[in-house]
């Protein structure tokens, strides 16, 4: 019985582990903004379990019907691209991918603004 114990407690915290990797989306406070609106830097809002800032997030992308309403202060619901976007030119074009990375915070787009 102590090794399916062992087991259990081998997954959940794999899977535990795999989650605190995974980067969906966050809720962020934008802390500059280029003058055109096509690029931002934001801070997470979220604290680190050790009760620290997350990293800023500098040059994320900006998503265009968000580039109407977002300003510096506002609050942005930022997402994490399943792919790189070290190659893409802002364009409908196909791009090679630079890497394997995935759901990584240098892929970050800014979606939404909330305030």
């Given at each position: 019985m102590v090794l399916r114990d062992n087991d259990t407690k081998f997954v959940r915290q794999l899977v535990k582990n795999i989650n605190a990797n995974l980067h969906v989306c966050q809720l962020a406070k934008?802390?500059?903004l280029n003058d055109e609106h096509t690029r931002a830097s934001v801070q997470p809002l979220a604290l680190n379990s050790s009760g620290t800032k997350r990293a800023l997030l500098m040059?994320?992308?900006?998503?265009k019907s968000a580039q109407m309403f977002i300003d510096v202060g506002s609050v942005v619901g930022v997402v994490f691209l399943d792919r790189s976007l070290v190659n893409w030119d802002g364009?409908?074009?196909e791009f090679?991918?630079?890497?394997?990375?995935?759901?990584n915070l240098n892929d970050a787009v800014v979606m939404e603004v909330f305030t």
């Open positions: 934008v802390t500059a040059n994320v992308v900006v998503g364009t409908a074009n090679k991918l630079d890497s394997e990375r995935m759901h």
